[in-house]
């Protein structure tokens, strides 16, 4: 499964790529979490209309609807960056130097191909929504309020596209490992192990600790 990993940088172009691309990941994983806030606000707008004059919000689960895709998709690369994702170690986690790298390769390698394929097939499924000669540019819309549905279709190839652009990164990145046989790559999450997780928790447990007390 997903553990924490450190991402190591210097003064090269990969790394200088990997920083910038970051900056705009967490911007999306930013308006990801909004969106989430964003629902619970509306709930609680819903529950008290509702509740104190009889007259829910129109439109909740429509509004919901187009909020999913931003909650699903936009943090998906952020989380890729950081090696957030669930995977298995159990064969891997025995691997080390160039055989550990070539691993890696292969799998983000597959993880690419298939986020191509995804990302061919979310951008037909958007065009099939989108219409310019169409009222609000859309041939579907939502059923209660009728809210446009192209521009949640639009967020899976666009999260797709950043996704991919991080994988072509990180692919860069075990590649150079592969090549110099260095144990530090650049651009790439280096799994942390159970003891080294445990003692940078403590680390910075220690640090609030001491700001604290001051």
């Known amino acids: 499964m997903a553990a924490e990993a450190s991402i190591l940088q210097d003064d090269s172009w990969l790394s200088r790529l990997d920083r910038s691309l ?6 999306l994983a930013l308006i990801g979490g909004l969106a989430i806030f964003s629902l619970m606000v509306l709930a609680v707008f819903s529950v008290s209309g509702r509740n104190f004059m009889n007259r ?8 919901i609807e187009q909020a999913m895709p931003l909650i699903a998709f936009l943090a998906v690369s952020y989380a890729q960056r950081l090696g957030g994702h669930i995977r298995m170690d159990l064969v891997i986690g025995m691997l080390s130097g160039r ?4 691993a890696e390769f292969a799998s983000t390698l597959a993880m ?8 061919w097939g979310s951008y037909a499924h958007f065009e099939r929504s989108f219409d310019l000669t169409a009222p609000l540019w859309s041939r579907d819309s939502s059923m209660d309020i009728g809210i446009p549905l192209w521009p949640g279709k639009l967020l899976a190839p666009i999260a797709f596209t950043v996704l991919s652009v991080r994988l072509i990164l990180q692919l860069w990145g075990y590649g150079r490992a592969i090549r110099t046989g260095t144990d530090s790559p650049i651009a790439v999450p280096l799994i942390e192990d159970a003891a ?5 928790e403590a680390e910075s447990v220690s640090g609030l600790d001491n700001g604290t007390a001051r």
């Open 56 to 63: 829910p919000l129109p439109g909740y689960v429509d509004w």
């Open 22 to 27: 970051f900056s705009f990941e967490r911007t």
């Open 99 to 102: 055989a550990l790298w070539i």
């Open 196 to 200: 080294t997780q445990a003692a940078r």
């Open 112 to 119: 690419l191909i298939l986020m191509l394929l995804l990302l």
